[in-house]
């Protein structure tokens, strides 16, 4: 509304830029691990693993995530639309699909006017609306910076749960989105994001990730995980983790947004992404070849990006045309799952 402040000057950081350092994370989580965990919960934090997984009949599993965060662009309704799609998209990347979701809403009431507020409720309802969930209910606080996300329920039949934690050696790498939208979200904050480059950012982050379905039910494809917070970096990492392999990264082969590369040469470098780098850079290892500013589109804070699939070779064609289909035509093989060799569980060259 005319008048009042950009959504953005309201907020300390944007998207999943928000996001606690996976290393902070970590120690903060350290006293829940002696938690009792009943045999039905087939996924839990064990892994960081996109949602949390219970087991409720021999076939069906239900899915259960929460996800959330301060403005990452200032128009009312693409913040709703945003959040809303990173928030599902832990169901999708588990394999699952939605079935209904619960608003989570924080605003500085008296700050933004009920208009403005409503008009990010209406984003949020446009993109369930296009995963095809209703909003049945949530909770709203007064909030000194405004926050918005979901609460998402999904269902997945037991088979066809796909943890993040399932790679083989000898799979490859499929990433389904390009990266850059943390140092889009950098360049927006400075008012230094062209008309396409803020277009292209819309595009991506409101696209949902419809193919989660239908690639856990491929044969060969082992895991899935999405690319958010932390980076593609830090989400190859956690599959790297959880599956006690190493994964090898060509960076040559990444996708990119378009002016991206030339936006992080001119300094537009999220926080967050020296924040990852600090807190897992320790077990990546970086070829000659890989620069300051590539390392920095690494560990770039994603939000709403990608699923990224672990998959046998023979697939990968079948992983690329799931992704067409449901709109990632920028889809791409990126890298490989090997054995562990002691050293740096990934590997970027």
Known sequence: MSGEPRLTSLSHGGGCGCKIAPGVLSEMLRGTAALPVPPQLLVGIETADDAAVYQVSDDLAVIATTDF????????????????????????????????????????????????????????????????????????????EPIYGLAVIGTAPVGKVRRNASAKVGDVLVLGKPLGVGIYSAALKKEALPAEGYDAMIASTTLLNKAGPDLAALDGVHALTDVTGFGLAGHALELARGADCEVRIDWSSVPLLPGVADLAAQGFITGASGRNWASYGGEVALGEGVSELDRALLTDPQTSGGLLVSCAPEVAGAVLEVFARHGCGAAAVVGTVGPASGGARLQVG
């Open 69 to 144: 965060f301060m403005p990452i662009v200032d128009d009312p309704y693409d913040f709703g639309r945003i959040a809303a799609t990173n928030a599902i998209s832990d169901v999708y990347a588990m394999g699952g699909t939605p079935i209904m979701a619960l608003a989570l809403v924080a605003m500085p009431i008296g700050v933004l006017s009920p208009q403005t507020i409503g008009r990010v409720l209406e984003g949020g309802a446009a993109a369930c609306a296009a995963a095809g969930i209703p909003i049945a209910g949530g909770h709203s606080i007064d909030s000194v």
